[in-house]
Nanobody, 124 residues
Framework: QVQLTESGGGQVQAGGSLTLSCAFSGPSFISYGMSWFRQSLGKEREFVAGITWDGGRTYYADYVKGRFTISKDKATMTVPLPMDNLKPEDAAVYYC?????????????????WGQGAQVTVST
């Protein structure tokens, strides 16, 4: 049974940085592609960033490209997401998710394993 736990959320001023982390619990971490999604109030959950099972490929939504970086740490079984130059529109609950796939999957309905979420607030 895979369990995902996000941490590192908080409040930051616009232009600042924050690093989220996803702790993976369960078997076969190395076999899972990992992704981050986010959901702000009144909006649908949207893809943010993803990384393949082997860490060889990453994919970012246009609105975070160049500012967020996803990685996969096999030693600690975590998926960090450093976020730089945060904007007010980045404020949301950020969710970690895992999938058995060889490619990065961006559709929210393709995932069935989610963490509880981490709140990110960006003030102006």
């Amino acid at each position: 049974q895979v369990q995902l736990t996000e941490s590192g959320g908080g409040q930051v001023q616009a232009g600042g940085s924050l690093t989220l982390s996803c702790a993976f619990s369960g078997p076969s971490f190395i076999s899972y592609g990992m992704s981050w999604f986010r959901q702000s109030l009144g909006k649908e959950r949207e893809f943010v960033a993803g990384i393949t099972w082997d860490g060889g490929r990453t994919y970012y939504a246009d609105y975070v490209k160049g500012r967020f970086t996803i990685s996969k740490d096999k030693a600690t079984m975590t998926v960090p997401l450093p976020m730089d130059n945060l904007k007010p529109e980045d404020a949301a609950v950020y969710y970690c998710t895992a999938i058995y796939s060889t490619v990065v999957v961006t559709g929210v309905n393709d995932y069935n394993c989610w963490g509880q979420g981490a709140q990110v607030t960006v003030s102006t």
